[in-house]
């Protein structure tokens, strides 16, 4: 299973910015989108931001204007810039990327990143 690898992660203080990366460890194609995931504990993980190949990007309602999705789809490569970051967003963010092959959803992920807010 192709994984992806993320990095960035880290400590930062109430209403600082992290960045996030991510890059597939090896070459995928015909990928569909990329997009992170957080999960929360005792929740289900939650995608809220994406970016499609051709470059169209959606947002969560809970990170529209302080975060921003970018990266190259072809290239495999996903960013995530995270501005004004609050202390209930202190969780472990994931990378993910997918295609759909004769109507199954592939899934790629990577290994998670945990992202501290705190004083």
């Known amino acids: 299973q192709v994984q992806l690898v993320e990095s960035g992660g880290g400590l930062v203080q109430p209403g600082g910015s992290l960045r996030l990366s991510c890059a597939a460890a090896?070459?995928?194609?015909?990928?569909?989108?990329m997009g992170w995931y957080r999960q929360f504990p005792g929740k289900e993980r939650e995608l809220f931001a994406a970016?499609?190949?051709?470059?169209?990007?959606n947002y969560a309602d809970s990170v529209k204007r302080r975060f921003t999705i970018s990266g190259d789809i072809v290239k495999n490569a996903v960013y995530l810039q995270m501005n004004s970051l609050k202390a209930e967003e202190k969780t472990v963010y994931y990378c993910?990327?997918?295609?759909?092959?004769?109507?199954?959803?592939?899934?790629?992920w990577g290994q998670g990143s945990q992202v501290n807010v705190s004083k």
């Open positions: 970016i499609r190949n051709g470059g169209t990007t």
């Open positions: 090896e070459r995928l194609q015909s990928l569909e989108a």
């Open positions: 993910n990327a997918w295609m759909t092959n004769m109507g199954v959803k592939h899934n790629y």
